[in-house]
């Protein structure tokens, strides 16, 4: 049976560690998107004042449609990205930076996986293409960073979100949900390729 | 120039054609994506991802807003009359497609490598793509595909045999290639993925053909009774693979399969698969005198 959580960010290990692999949460607060310039810059520049903004946070690999209107940024569009493009990074940023919670699609690999557990944190994942429902649980678009030389989809957006449904699935405890579908379907797919 | 077909027209046209296809799912996807949510068990992650994309695509359309954030290389196929310059369509359909990006319905995805800027406005080199063909019609049709860069990035092509797969050069070594593709794409295609396959021709033209069955109506039957065969058992199969929506488990992995075959080279037996997420966003708009 699935738990249906509310999680308030910044949060705490204690907190996630309590997490499991198919909880479903709804997430409120500060998140920052990021995807691969971002991971890039995080873990090889480790830029000052991301450390107290991303501390206990949650981090979206995201690349949203955001337009200017009045003055400010509307979220038009903002599903998640493929996570394990990120795989090489994810493990020092975890680290470095007191990261909680990751979203992103797809999952991540064995050494993101390991970060979780050590660090305590967890990875969540969005439907792939749902950009519309993401964008209505965006509140308000804060602050973005690297616009100018990393584009729209590359920068790094600081949103405001209230009630953002994602999936636990993989934990802190290192369950993944990703890990145990691959094997079964390695199963499967060696039953139907024999010649 | 041809005379009930202007330039701006066509702008205008185009304009509304992007922002439908970006925003609206075909009736036959949104159709499969509702037959796949009745067949996985109530509460299941698959059920559960199935939900939020049927729910976000009414969204979306209500909305007005683009479906999916990522809307890739806006892919344009056209088919003229005689009359109308094919140079002028193309500048045509580029301002519509940067004005389509300033107001928010296209991502700015145009990154040059040799820089690393992003266009800001999805006008670059092959970017946007156009497929032009004259016809024997007095309308101008145009049909707009956009294609996610996930769902490009587990897109794959093969060269048989192949050792590896124990893949030979035949319908079940291109099966086998399928399956393989399928396999290795997990959810990070956004499964349930649409497969478009290309049986021979060249790197290229294999491809192309590959990426030109996503325009395909899941519910058509292909004319070729080998290659419908193909279709019907490659789905079956796919669908056991467990891999369900977006990687998590499930009944539904693929949602259509659809193949071509191309004369290929003695040399060469190429099978090109274009994996299309479940956000198959593809439209079709006629400009002109329907005859």
Not at chain 1, 76 to 103: D, H, N
Not at chain 2, 122 to 149: S, T, V, Y
Request: aromatic share 6%; hydrophobic share 40%.
């Amino acid at each position: 049976m699935t738990r249906k959580l509310k999680l308030i960010l910044p949060t705490g290990a204690s907190a996630v560690r309590e997490l499991r692999a198919g909880d479903t949460l709804l997430l409120s607060g500060s998140i920052l998107t990021a995807r691969d310039r971002a991971h890039q810059w995080l873990a090889e520049e480790k830029p000052e004042n991301m450390h107290a903004l991303l501390s206990g946070g949650a981090l979206y690999h995201c690349g949203p449609i955001m337009l200017r209107q009045d003055n400010r940024w509307i979220c038009k569009a903002a599903g998640p990205t493929s996570s394990l493009r990120q795989e090489a990074f994810m493990a020092t940023i975890i680290c470095e930076y007191g990261i909680r919670c990751i979203i992103g699609k797809g999952g991540m690999g064995e050494a993101s996986a390991e970060a979780l557990r050590q660090y305590g944190a967890v990875y969540c994942s969005a439907v792939g293409g749902a950009a519309v429902l993401y964008a209505n649980a965006v509140e308000s678009v804060e602050k973005v960073f690297r616009l100018e030389d990393f584009g729209m989809p590359e920068a790094l957006w600081l949103m405001h979100i209230r009630d953002f449904p994602v999936m636990v699935s993989m934990d802190a405890q290192g369950n993944s949900l990703y890990r145990d579908v691959e094997a079964q379907s390695r199963r499967q797919y060696r039953g139907i390729s024999k010649p | 120039m041809n005379q009930t077909i202007s330039i701006a027209d066509i702008e205008k046209a185009a304009l509304e054609l992007i922002i439908r296809c970006s925003c609206e799912l075909p009736p036959d996807v949104l159709g499969a994506l509702q037959n796949a949510g009745a067949r996985e068990i109530p509460d299941s992650p698959a059920a559960m991802q199935l939900e939020a994309i049927l729910h976000n695509a009414g969204l979306a359309m209500r909305q007005q807003q683009p479906l999916c954030q990522d809307t890739g290389v806006p892919h344009f196929y056209i088919e003229h009359p005689q009359q109308l310059s094919v140079l002028e369509i193309q500048h045509a359909l580029e301002k519509s497609v940067a004005k389509a990006t300033k107001r928010g319905f296209l991502r700015p995805n145009a990154v040059d490598p040799l820089t690393e800027k992003n266009s800001g406005d999805n006008l670059g080199r092959a970017f946007p793509q156009f497929n032009f063909e004259e016809h024997d019609h007095p309308f101008l049709r145009i049909r707009c595909l956009l294609k996610g860069g996930g769902s490009e990035n587990v897109s794959a092509q093969y060269s048989l045999p192949d050792a590896d797969l124990h893949a030979g050069r035949d319908f079940s070594g291109v099966a086998a290639c399928v399956s393989d593709t399928v396999f290795r794409a997990q959810g990070k295609g956004c499964a349930p993925g649409i497969i478009g396959i290309g049986i021979g021709g060249d790197r290229v033209s294999g491809m192309k053909a590959a990426k030109e069955q996503l325009f395909r109506n899941l519910e058509d039957t292909n004319p070729d009774s080998q290659l419908m065969a193909l279709e019907e058992e490659l789905y079956k199969k796919l669908n056991q693979l467990g891999i369900g929506p977006m990687g998590l488990g499930g009944k539904t992995t693929v949602l259509g399969v659809k193949a071509v075959a191309l004369h290929r080279l003695p040399a060469c037996y190429f099978v090109s698969i274009a994996y299309m997420c479940w956000a198959c966003r593809r439209a079709e708009i006629r400009i002109g005198n329907p005859e």
